[in-house]
Structure formats: C-alpha cells, structure tokens
C-alpha cells in the first residue's frame, strides 16, 4: 500500500515512523516532511507544502497513492479531504464542514452548546469597543480566543485586567495573528488539570486513543504564552476506565451526534482537550487532527498495525476495532528555538541526536539537511520520546537522551510529567 502523509512537524514524522512498522505498507510519501521524515523506511520527502491542493491532488493521482493522511488542521480546514474524495482518492481526516471544530472556535462552542456539553461559560465578540467594554466590567482571570486558526498561538490566559485589554488590542486592533482575530470568544478561566482525549472516527464508529496529558506553556511551573506544545506524556493517570466511559459517552458521542443532526459526518481524528477538576469535565476545545506532541508518545506506546487501522477509518470499517497498547509509559520534550513562540531564528547545526533504540526515540518537528548536517528549521525543532517502566523512569530515560543534544539557542521544559496527578 502507497500512504501519503500530509505536513512536515513532529507529528508527521510520528506517523511516517509508525505507518512505517506495517506490513501492509510498501512506500510512503511524505510532503513536505523533514530530515526526519527523509531518514525512515520506506518513506520519501515530496516538496509540496501542506496548503498546497492541486499540487497534492495531482501527486496523489501520479502516483496512486492508496492512502492519504493529514496531518495539521490547515489544509484540513481548506477542504483537501472534498477535494481528494471528489476525485475518488482514500483520504483519513473531516471534510471542511466538520474541520469546522477547529477552524472556528465559534462553531465548534456552538456545537457543545447545542449539545448541552459542559464548557466554560462565553461571549463571542466581532467589535474590539464592545470587547473592551466587557473586559472592564468582567471577573478576572479570563480566557481570550481567535475565532480562526492561529498554529496553537491564539489563546491568551490572562490573569490581569491589563493583560486582557493588551490581548485584545493584539488579536483585534493590531491584527497580530491576521484574520483569525476578527471574531473573538471570551470565556471564563477554569481551574482543574487539563488532559488530551483522542478519538478516531469512521463517520459512525469511535475507536479511543490512549490518554494523554499536553504542556502548552512554553516555560516551567506552566508559565509563559500559550504554545503548540512544549511536551506530552502518555498515559495520564487523570484519565481512568471509569473517566474514559464518561468522556466517551457524555462528551465525545453527544458532539458526533450533534454534528450529524447538522448533516455533518465527522472521519478522521478527534482531539478533545478537557478540564479536569475532581469528577467535573468541560470541554476546552477540539482539535481536527491528531494531536502535536501527544502523536509522538502515544504511537510510541501502540501495538496495533497503524496503517490497517486508519486504512479502517477510512473504509468506514471501524465497527469492532480496539488497540494493543504497550503497558509502559511514554514521555515527549520539545526541544524549541530561543524566541519561540515568537521571533525565532533558524538554520543552527544541531549536535548530539542519538540513535534509534527501543526505548528512545528522536521526532523532528522543524528540521532540514543541508550538506549531510541537520539544522534546525522552526520554532519547535525536536520532540525527544521514551518509554518507560513508569511516568518517572520515563522521565529519566527522555531526558538524559535530551540532555545530549544541542544547537545555538535551544531551549525545554525539564518538568514535563512533573505536575501532581
């Protein structure tokens, strides 16, 4: 089986890796990919940006890929999967209508309005004057969010008054994040634990994923901005059987149903980010895709054939799937670029990556080969990845690996996996 993999982070070269391991699998592409991607089995780089549709759709026919899987949520929100499907090609993600979940947080608050999902409390805003005039008179802390897709940077926690105000003046007057800001929800600050939830969807059958807990400050103690995700560690304690059912059943089918009631068929991944405070869940957000770091531990820990089983969700053949998992625990660290999230700079050589082993593995999120030398090539660079007896073996294994390597301005978390559960 021909796979195309759709992106080029960290994530796309955890499923490159793991469609890799499959007997089914005899070539796999890879556009744009990385250096990492270029180094695994079977698997070539295509130079084709992840928005770039017509150029994907005329490799995928060219080459008669039996399998296309996307990877991050833009080309998914530009429509690549009607696009593919129109044009008869096996393609694994949500169609634009149901991308919708993560290209609009106002649609997808909607959705768990309608569905009577707990979330936290919210007012959409499409005037930065009448925004402001909230924001005066409204408790604090406060959440505020792009409407549109901002690469996991259009959230703001803000703790103050003016934090909220100079957030505001950021997302809707000066436009920082483009057009992503010209809607605004504004929601209540929740306290609690937060944890990643997974779902891979058919369109009628739900097969979970293994729980997973995401770090999205970019410094140590959960401090600093919001970023894409600086570690992930897999499974989470907060998630247990009992949670699981609930999530499953309370959370995750209510929002498949209400989507469908809207004649919108959710195939792909599900990605459920919840607030976890004693027995009480609410939905954070959704996610259309799976999710970056947590991809990289949670597949680390698979058993099952990965391609059979998106080969599955794509065939609408889902019904009576499970998933093997390996009982050890699997822990991620981004290693980042000094600036990230903001202005960084690119192109350091970077030293000391060690080689494969079973117990550690080197995900490259932005990274290229120039001359046989790996140089960074993004904001986050590197998910270092392993597995353990426990979540503090695990811990000691990842970060002794990522301790070796290094390039002119790297940075990471050394407390991913340290929170208290």
Not at 50 to 70: H, N, R
Not at 257 to 279: P, Q, W
Not at 295 to 308: A, E, G, Y
Not at 365 to 381: A, P
């Amino acid at each position: 089986m021909k796979v195309l993999v759709i992106g080029s982070g960290g994530r796309e070269h955890a499923l490159a890796w793991k469609l890799s391991q499959s007997e089914l699998c005899t070539k796999i592409y890879v556009a744009p990919g990385n250096a990492g991607t270029e180094e695994e089995p079977k698997t070539e780089n295509v130079d084709l940006k992840a928005e770039d549709l017509q150029g994907l759709l005329s490799f995928a026919k060219k080459q008669e890929i039996d399998l296309t899987i996307v990877g991050p949520e833009a080309p998914l929100v530009l429509g690549l999967i009607d696009l593919f499907e129109d044009n008869n090609l096996l393609c694994l993600g949500p169609n634009k209508l149901a991308a919708q979940m993560e290209g609009s947080k106002i649609f997808m608050k909607d959705v768990l309005k309608r569905a009577n999902i707990p979330t936290a409390d919210y007012k959409v805003f499409s005037d930065p004057l009448i925004a402001k005039k909230f924001i005066e008179n409204c408790d604090i802390p406060i959440v505020l969010k792009a409407d549109g897709l901002a690469g996991g940077k259009g959230v703001i926690v803000a703790f103050s008054r003016e934090e909220a105000l100079e957030a505001l003046n950021s997302l809707m007057v000066a436009k920082k994040l483009g057009s992503a800001g010209n809607n605004l929800v504004i929601e209540e600050f929740l306290n609690g634990e937060e944890a990643s939830f997974i779902v891979l969807c058919d369109g009628e059958n739900i097969v979970p994923l293994a729980s997973s807990q995401d770090h999205k400050q970019r410094d140590e103690g959960d401090k600093g901005p919001n970023t894409g995700g600086m570690g992930a560690f897999s499974p989470t304690p907060l998630i247990t059987e009992e949670f699981n059912k609930k999530v499953l059943y309370e959370i995750i089918q209510p929002t498949l149903n209400e989507l469908k009631r809207r004649n919108i068929v959710y195939k792909g991944f599900l990605y459920a980010g919840l607030m976890i405070d004693g027995e009480d869940i609410k939905v954070l957000e959704y996610n259309c895709r799976f999710g970056d770091p947590e991809t990289q531990p949670i597949l680390m820990r698979m058993k099952s054939d990965f391609l059979d089983l998106c080969f599955k969700a794509a065939s609408k053949k889902l019904q009576n799937q499970s998933i093997e998992w390996d009982d050890r625990f699997a822990l991620g660290v981004v290693m980042a670029s000094e600036g990230y999230p903001e202005n960084y700079k690119i192109g350091f050589p970077i030293s000391g990556i060690c080689e494969e082993s079973s117990s550690v593995k080197v995900f490259h999120c932005g990274t290229k080969k120039e001359l046989n030398e790996i140089r960074s090539n993004g904001g986050r660079v590197l998910c270092v990845t392993g597995l353990g007896d426990d979540l503090n073996d695990a811990y000691e294994i990842t970060y002794k690996a990522t301790s070796k390597i290094n390039w002119e301005g790297s940075f990471y978390r050394k407390d991913i996996g340290k929170r208290k559960q």
